[in-house]
C-alpha cells in the first residue's frame, strides 16, 4: 500500500486549496478513504471520510461546509478541496486507509494558513 500526497502549501486565510492523494498497491475502488490533519502539539484528527463508491461522506464539524472529499476511482485518487480556510486549518494533512486490521498512512503534506 502506497499512499502519496500533493497540494499542500500556504495560503492566505480565506483562500483554497485542492489536496490530492495518489494510491497504489491495493484495489482502490473497494476500501473506503479518509484524510486526517495533525496540527503542532495536538492529535491527529479525522478530517473527512469518503466511501469506496463515494457515495457517502462524512466530515468534521469544523470542517463542514468548507471543505469537500471526493475520489477518482479511475485514477486511483482521493480529493480534498479545502475553501473558506483559516489560521486553525494548519496542519500536515494525511491521507488514510483502513485495510485488515490496520491504518495506512502516506508522507503528509503541510498546510499553512497564513496572512
Known amino acids: 500500500v502506497q499512499l502519496v500526497e500533493s497540494g499542500g502549501g500556504l495560503v492566505q486565510p480565506g483562500g483554497s486549496l485542492r489536496l490530492s492523494c495518489a494510491a497504489s498497491?491495493?484495489?482502490?475502488?473497494?476500501?473506503?478513504m479518509s484524510w486526517y490533519r495533525q496540527a503542532p502539539k495536538k492529535a491527529r484528527e479525522l478530517v473527512a471520510f469518503?466511501?469506496?463508491?463515494?457515495?457517502?461522506?462524512k466530515y468534521a464539524d469544523s470542517v463542514k461546509g468548507r471543505f469537500t472529499i471526493s475520489r477518482d476511482n479511475a485514477k486511483n485518487t482521493v480529493y480534498l478541496q479545502m475553501n473558506r480556510l483559516n489560521v486553525e486549518d494548519t496542519a500536515v494533512y494525511y491521507c488514510?486507509?483502513?485495510?485488515?486490521?490496520?491504518?495506512?498512512w502516506g508522507q503528509g503534506t503541510q498546510v499553512t494558513v497564513s496572512s
Open positions: 498497491g491495493f484495489p482502490f475502488s473497494s476500501y473506503a
Open positions: 469518503i466511501a469506496r463508491a463515494g457515495d457517502s461522506t
Open positions: 488514510n486507509t483502513f485495510q485488515w486490521g490496520r491504518n495506512y
